[in-house]
Every structure is written in C-alpha cells, then in structure tokens.
C-alpha cells in the first residue's frame, strides 16, 4: 500500500511512478481531494470533541454553582454534538474505507533504476555464468524423457484432477522430495534461514496483507468456508510480523518454508499447457526476509544470491535477469529473475523470482519496527523470493541430464538425498 502523506507531497512524481507502471491517466489530485474531504472531517471531529469536552466542564462548574437551567443547556449541546459526532464518524468510516480501497488497488513504486519497458522483452541480463550443456543427440523435452521413464503421469492426473496437474511415482517422485530437503538444507544451514511449516490455507487478511487481494483474487484458489489455498509460501511467512512491533536488534528475520502452492493460471489460458512448467499445484521453496529499510536492497542481492547457489550446485546453467517496468510485479519495487537453460526447449525459463517490496507490504500488514535509537516506529522492509521452485528444478534436470539411451543422470549435490542414486533408468 503506497503512503498516502507521500503522495499528497509529491502528486506529480506519484503520477510519474504510475505512468512507469502502464497506468495512463494517474490522478495523484484526485486522491488528494479525497484525502482532503477525510481530513476536513477529522479536523471538524477533533474540534466537536473539543468543544464537547470544554461543555462537559462546564456543566460541573454550573452545578457546583446550583445554576440547574445553564447546566441542562449545556448537557443539551453536549448531546447534540454527540449526534453530529456519531454522523461525522460514519462518514470519516466511509471515506477512509473508501481511500483505502483505492489506494490498495495501486501497485508498488519501483525504484528509479528499474528498466522501463511494456513487457519481458526489455528485461536486462545481469549476468549469464553458465554454459548450456552440448548434446551429440537431439534433447528432448521433460514431458518426453519422464513419461518414457514411466514415472511421469499427466493422463491419469487429469482423470482425477483435470487439466495442470501431474502424477510422479517412483525415483521422479523421490526425486522432488530430495530437492526440497537439499534446498531447505543448504538454506538453512547454510544461509541463515529459519525453517518453517506454515498452513497453506489462509484467510483474506492475510492475501491482502503481501498484495494478492483484492486485484487478484481470480487468480487464487477459494474454499466454501472463506479460506483461500496459498499460492506461494510468501503468504504465510510475511504474515508472521503482520501487526506486530518488532525491535530492531531482532532484524533482518529470515524464514524458508517447503509448501505445495496453488494457483488457478486465469490469465494463462492455453499458455505452457504441456508439461510441468505451469501447474495448478506444484511445490516450492520461498524465501521471506524482513529487514531494516536501510538494508533491503543488499538483502535482494543476498537473496539472490542464495538462489542462484541451488543451481550452481546442481550443475544446472541459468542467467539473471532484472525485470523491466511492464514486468514487474503488483507489490515489487526491484525484481531479478532467474531463468535456467532447457534444452528440451531451446530457451530459459525463469525458475525463481526474488523481489524487494520495500515498505509496501508492511503498510497493508501494519508491520514495524522501534529503533534502538530514537523514539517512534517505523514500517520494516519485506523481500521474497523462489528458493527455487521445486518442480522446474526437476524439469531442468530431467532436460540438462538427459542421456542419449533415455536415462538420467543425477546431479552430485542431489545424490545423498537419494539413496546414492546415480542415474535414473527405464532398467532401475
């Protein structure tokens, strides 16, 4: 949620943020009339109740001096300011709640450095580190290599599910159990984030708090009884400091979490429909840091950083990418894309998304911190990121260690977490 002071400071770069955002025709006055209208109304309040208490002293002093008639006058007035009151603070109700909405329906203010530009064409490679593997054969797809192996299974998950789900059985299934435990480990152990199992259902409070309601509901999953299935472990591991007032010396807080995510892929209609690559269900390894302002955007590159460590491990080539204006998401000030090598598909596909929101999730979720010096508190940072998403991880394994005979290979790093498993074949 941007801050409404700001705005009302600085209309003409507020219209400028949104313009960068493909928002045409911003009006920055029309929200700080609106703004204007609630203070008026605040301002109108603050003096009735002044006026109510000054009338309320008066009353004592009147019936101390036995002056009955001048001390019922003045409990009447006191009455009929408590009636306009009550209609004043409905009003300032409506129009704050009002304010609100508009203001929750805008996206984040990107940094200035940012790459403007309409869409993912104009997205700029930070670095590309990694060699795609050379192949003496014509590499297939995931789709091709696990249903030849037998252990990938789309028909008979669309028999249960539909459309957007797959079935995994054996050492693929075991395969995507080893690659959550392999990044929660190196996370954890190695990268300082706490490990958390958070519920994967949650209500509205918590989906508006990190900017996934109200614009996007159409994309999400709801229950009959008002939960929503989360679509990324973001949800719950942001909301942790929702309403709280944490103390400075206990940031940064860093947290990971291994969750099935749930998404309902509205506007990707007839976009990835082969494959692994865009589910309604797929598992993940998120990344939450909450921070000090002063700190977030050495904690994006950190962040990515320890992303980008998943992939260097398991041998797989990948690039990053820093998003332009028109690609960036809803709640991001700054967002790096990392994008690994599929052979089965001749391109990168992006595998993790770290973003710096800045302040903006904390405004909707009411999250600060009191410095150790000073007085007053102040709204934290939030990051988040793909720490990686778990299922495209075996798609560029299943793509990047391909053998020519149809097996294989498994990465070094991956396996301990298999049993020692060293290739995977029709044969195994």
Request: aromatic share 8%; glycine share 8%; with cysteine.
């Amino acid at each position: 949620m941007l801050d409404i002071k700001w705005i009302r400071d600085n209309p003409e770069a507020f219209d400028a943020a949104m313009r960068r955002r493909g928002i045409s025709e911003p009006s920055g006055v029309s929200l700080i009339k609106f703004d204007a209208s609630r203070r008026e109304i605040q301002t109108a309040l603050q003096e009735k109740q002044e006026r109510r208490n000054s009338l309320s002293k008066e009353i004592g002093v009147f019936k101390g001096k036995g002056d009955e008639a001048e001390a019922e006058k003045c409990m009447n007035q006191v009455a009929a300011l408590k009636d306009e009151m009550q209609a004043l603070e409905g009003e300032e109700r409506e129009q704050g709640e009002a304010l609100d909405a508009l203001l929750a329906e805008l996206p984040n203010i990107l940094a200035d450095d940012v790459p403007d530009g309409a869409d993912e064409s104009a997205n700029k490679i930070v670095r590309d580190l990694h060699d795609p593997p050379a192949f003496d054969f014509m590499p297939k797809d995931h789709v091709e290599v696990g249903e030849a192996l037998g252990l990938m299974d789309f028909d008979t998950a669309a028999k249960m599910s539909g459309a957007r789900f797959v079935l995994l059985s054996g050492f693929l299934a075991r395969m995507e159990r080893a690659l959550a435990a392999f990044m929660l480990d190196l996370h954890t152990d190695e990268h300082g984030y706490t490990e958390v199992n958070p519920p994967a259902l949650v209500r509205d409070n918590a989906l508006f708090g990190t900017g996934q309601l109200p614009k996007f509901a159409a994309d999400l999953f709801h229950t009959d009884d008002d939960y929503w299935l989360i679509p990324t472990a973001e949800v719950p591991l942001t909301n942790i400091i929702a309403e709280k007032i944490l103390d400075e010396d206990s940031l940064p807080r860093r947290y990971t979490a291994m969750t099935w995510c749930f998404r309902s892929e509205a506007g990707a209609a007839g976009k990835d429909t082969r494959g692994m690559i865009r589910q309604h269900q797929f598992t993940k390894v998120e990344l939450v840091s909450v921070v000090h302002p002063d700190k977030s955007e050495e904690e994006l590159e950190r962040m990515t950083g320890c992303a980008e460590e998943i992939l260097i491990r398991l041998g797989l080539p990948y690039r990053v990418v820093v998003l332009c204006s028109g690609d960036t998401g809803f709640g991001a000030r700054r967002t790096y894309d990392i994008e690994v090598w599929l052979p089965g598909q001749d391109t990168y596909r992006e595998i993790s998304s770290c973003s710096n929101c800045g302040d903006f999730q904390a405004r909707r979720m009411k999250a600060r911190f009191r410095p150790a010096q000073g007085k007053g508190t102040h709204f934290v940072h939030t990051l988040n990121g793909s720490g990686i998403a778990v299922g495209r991880t075996l798609v560029a394994i299943l793509e990047n260690y391909q053998r020519a005979d149809g097996s294989v290979e498994v990465p070094e790093a991956l396996r301990p977490y298999m049993g020692g498993l060293e290739v995977i074949a029709t044969d195994v």
